[in-house]
């Protein structure tokens, strides 16, 4: 019998969704963590019948830039996101390196 240690690394039925499940229940979402129709299984089921059709995200009528998604467990789906996008850099590489709040043309920061 031979034993192998788990090397983190996940594989996906389908790599342009995220799914998570808790019993009878069942999220599935496009990679930005959304519902909608760019991906026509998405949406929230319960007991097979969709409930939600459509979930999204919206600063001021825009989608936040999307930084990272990920799963913990089979019922987490994790996506991180920054509104305004970051588009200008301070020195060090990332936007606190000169202090500057950003903001978008509503002044949102």
Same mark, same amino acid.
Not at 30 to 43: A, I, K, N, V
Not at 70 to 77: A, F, K, Q, R, V
């Given at each position: 019998m031979t034993s192998r240690a788990t090397s983190g690394a996940s594989a996906h039925v389908r790599p342009e969704?995220?799914?998570?499940?808790c019993g009878a229940s069942l999220l599935v979402t496009? =990679?930005?963590?959304?519902?909608? !129709? #760019?991906?026509? =299984? #998405?949406?929230y089921y319960f007991r097979e019948a @969709?409930?939600? @059709?459509?979930l999204r995200l919206r600063v001021n009528g825009t989608a936040p830039w999307t930084c990272a998604d990920?799963?913990?467990?089979? %019922?987490?789906?994790s996506v991180v996101q920054v509104?305004? !996008?970051?588009?200008?850099?301070?020195?060090?590489g990332t936007d606190v390196s000169? %202090?500057?709040?950003?903001?978008?043309?509503?002044?949102?920061?």
């Open positions: 969704q995220r799914y998570a499940w496009t =990679l930005r963590g959304e519902c909608d !129709e #760019s991906e026509p =299984l #998405s949406g @969709r409930h939600l @059709r459509t990920g799963t913990s467990s089979h %019922d987490e789906l509104y305004p !996008e970051l588009t200008e850099f301070g020195g060090g000169d %202090d500057t709040t950003w903001c978008d043309r509503f002044g949102v920061p």
